[in-house]
């Protein structure tokens, strides 16, 4: 089944060093998104892809990164991971944008849950 | 930015009750969807509506754009629906996907 995955489901990491997620879809799609999604809140969109156009949101801090290195991969990575970034990471893609609006479903992974002691 | 409300914000149903969700959005939108959170955390597409009504099984959802709302309609519910709902919405002006706060159901059996 086409699908959106995540690895690793759950991520330890200590206080200060640097830690990658992964996305990875079978999808084929043109789009893909990384969401920060802390405990009873909703999910806050961090940045996006549209092909290789990275496209930052306005209060994304520094710390977050991301990769795409072909359609199917994206990477998330916390350069230096605070107590504050402790939350569950979800990707999402969609098929397309049109006439410069995201005017499609959007298809969430399992999502990672990161833990920083 | 945009403002997107949800009501009510915390729901317990009887299995076998209909229940209306309630998205507020404060500007035109190009995008609106549904998305069920079960309590694993996945997020489930429910519905992509921007405007007019949607039906699937036992949900449905109704946006009227110009009012600036939209309803999710569950009838007959099960345990199984449990979870949290939001709705997300991408306003006109090009600002990205905003969800809002979402509902929390909770159907007893």
């Known amino acids: 089944d086409a699908m959106v995955i995540q690895n690793p489901r759950y991520q330890v990491t200590q206080f200060g060093k640097p830690v990658t997620l992964s996305c990875s879809q079978t999808?084929?799609?043109?789009?893909m998104y990384w969401y920060q999604q802390k405990s009873s809140q909703a999910p806050k969109l961090l940045f996006h892809?549209?092909?290789?156009?990275?496209?930052n949101e306005a209060d994304t801090p520094d710390n977050f990164q991301s990769r795409r290195p072909n359609t199917s991969f994206c990477f998330l990575d916390i350069r230096s991971p605070g107590l504050g970034d402790a939350a569950m990471y979800l990707c999402?893609?969609?098929?397309?944008?049109?006439?410069?609006?995201?005017?499609?479903?959007?298809?969430f992974g399992p999502g990672t849950r990161l833990t920083v002691l | 930015g945009i403002q997107v409300e949800q009501s009510p914000p915390d729901l317990i149903l009887q299995e076998g009750a209909n229940s209306t969700l309630r998205c507020n959005f404060s500007?035109?939108?190009?995008?609106l969807q549904w998305f069920h959170q079960n309590p694993w955390g996945q997020l489930i597409n429910l519905f992509y509506?921007?405007?007019g009504t949607k039906q699937n099984g036992r949900l449905s959802a109704t946006t009227v754009a110009t009012e600036r709302y939209s309803l999710l309609y569950i009838s007959s519910s099960q345990t199984t629906d449990s979870g949290v709902y939001f709705c997300?919405?991408?306003?006109?002006?090009?600002?990205?996907?905003?969800f809002g706060p979402g509902t929390r159901l909770s159907v007893l059996p």
């Open positions: 500007d035109s939108v190009n995008n």
């Open positions: 999808l084929n799609h043109n789009v």
């Open positions: 509506i921007p405007s």
């Open positions: 892809y549209y092909d290789k156009d990275f496209n």
């Open positions: 997300a919405v991408e306003p006109n002006y090009g600002q990205n996907f905003v």
């Open positions: 999402a893609t969609s098929l397309s944008r049109v006439a410069g609006v995201f005017a499609d479903t959007q298809y």
